[in-house]
């Protein structure tokens, strides 16, 4: 034998393992969206569906990519699917049929989903945009929509004035304010994150750890939470914690620019500056650093858009769980 081919057969071939999971394709959905290449996104999204086939924001995810390439009817099939199948609990759902059977000019139905998720859906994640939404099926239905109460909007004023005594130092106030809030509204993540805030402005570092934790384990995948406690953590020295959860962080992949925003400030101060270059670098090149965090994802909106996430229902961390220090919620 030639003694080339001997030295090739004898060498050991170093194979590096394949991680075939919902993350991998969730990952590989995310570059095809940054890149407009819509076939390959859904492709990969219905993959991440066939890996975790409960998770209902992996469907959301693909109902939201059929929305942008038109086929509203088959993304309507998934969302109601997710309501009466895997989580009736995610209002979002009816927010995202709503902006559907207005694109299909179908407003009376878009009304009915609009008035279900403003009267059910507790955070208000898409309030601004439910509002632009009412004002259009005002115009197109030549009447106003008939709308007992908002939800999300219940105790917003509090919380508003509650981030106000924050920036203003007043951290005490605020403390009994967003308290107040609580006992009224328990599932009310934003204010509890901010109430977390506070406490570790005021010194109680365990209390707010705490507080933190009890966003997490409504939450788990809270990126705001799971930022502010990175930063805690550096702020106290705790090296192991920091670290433990920053390798869960380096794994999130969040979609929508108030949240890359985010991760990537949060990265900047423990230090991850490559981490943070490579968020602000994303920002950058969609043009959605310079008007600010809330700015449209994936490409400018039609009449509302879905905003693909890993888990959760803001933005997700990839692995285990799949939703400010440096800019308050």
Not at 136 to 143: A, G, I
């Amino acid at each position: 034998m030639n003694p080339r081919k001997r030295m090739v057969a004898g060498r050991r071939t170093k194979v590096i393992p394949l991680s075939l999971d919902a993350t991998f394709f969730f990952e590989r959905a995310v570059q095809s969206l940054d890149r407009y290449h819509y076939d390959k996104a859904l492709k990969y999204f219905r993959r991440a569906v066939e890996y975790e086939p409960e998770n209902p924001v992996n469907h959301c995810n693909m109902a939201g990519i059929l929305s942008e390439m038109g086929r509203y009817e088959e993304s309507n099939d998934i969302l109601r699917s997710v309501l009466e199948r895997i989580d009736p609990g995610m209002t979002e759902c009816h927010y995202y049929l709503a902006n559907n059977y207005a694109n299909m000019e179908l407003f009376e139905a878009a009304e009915e989903s609009l008035v279900t998720y403003l009267e059910n859906d507790p955070d208000g994640q898409f309030l601004d945009e439910a509002d632009e939404l009412l004002d259009l099926l005002v115009y197109e239905l030549k009447r106003p929509t008939k709308l007992s109460t908002i939800k999300a909007k219940e105790s917003l004023y509090e919380h508003d004035k509650a981030r106000e005594l924050l920036e203003a130092g007043r951290f005490s106030e605020a403390v009994r304010l967003l308290e107040d809030i609580l006992v009224q509204k328990p599932d009310f993540l934003a204010a509890r994150n901010n109430l977390g805030l506070a406490y570790y402005y005021m010194g109680l570092f365990d209390k707010s750890v705490q507080t933190i934790g009890e966003v997490l384990k409504a939450e788990p995948g809270n990126l705001h939470a799971l930022c502010n406690l990175a930063i805690f953590y550096q702020h106290v020295n705790r090296r192991e914690d920091l670290a433990s959860l920053l390798s869960l962080l380096k794994k999130t992949i969040p979609i929508h620019p108030e949240h890359v925003f985010k991760l990537g400030t949060t990265m900047g101060i423990v230090g991850e500056h490559r981490e943070a270059y490579i968020h602000f670098t994303r920002l950058l090149r969609k043009g959605e650093l310079s008007g600010g965090a809330e700015l449209a994802s994936l490409r400018g909106r039609r009449v509302g858009e879905h905003r693909p996430v890993r888990r959760g229902r803001a933005s997700l961390a990839a692995g285990e769980a799949s939703r400010r220090v440096a800019g308050r919620r």
